[in-house]
């Protein structure tokens, strides 16, 4: 069972910073596009950011100037650092890795989730 270990949720004041890990297994990281998505009470899981295994970056409107997303192969590791965080930002933060295999169907692995609470 691929286990994606996530890190670095917690209790920020507005306008604070947080930086989350995401550390996957060296043989999934490599071949996937590493993603994070949250979701807050009553709402659905929505994208905040994501990043191929070439580097190309996509980012909600939400976020877009405050949130950065980064991976480290060397550690199989994906970051996401928040800045400037809002109350609207508080939700549950889940790391997603979307494995793309050279010759078969595509899947995904998630982590367990990190509560993120901004609040004064």
């Known amino acids: 069972q691929v286990q994606l270990v996530e890190s670095g949720g917690g209790l920020v004041q507005p306008g604070g910073s947080l930086r989350l890990s995401c550390t996957a297994p060296g043989s999934i990281f490599s071949m996937s596009r590493m993603g994070w998505y949250r979701q807050s009470p009553g709402k659905s899981r929505e994208l905040v950011a994501l990043?191929?295994?070439?580097?190309?970056?996509v980012y909600a409107d939400s976020v877009k100037g405050r949130f950065t997303i980064s991976r480290d192969s060397a550690g199989s590791t994906a970051y996401l650092q928040m800045n400037s965080l809002k109350p609207e930002d508080t939700a549950v933060y889940y790391c997603n890795a979307h494995v793309i295999p050279p010759d078969s169907d595509s899947y995904d692995y998630w982590g367990q989730g990190t509560q993120v609470t901004v609040s004064s």
């Open positions: 990043i191929t295994s070439g580097g190309r970056i």
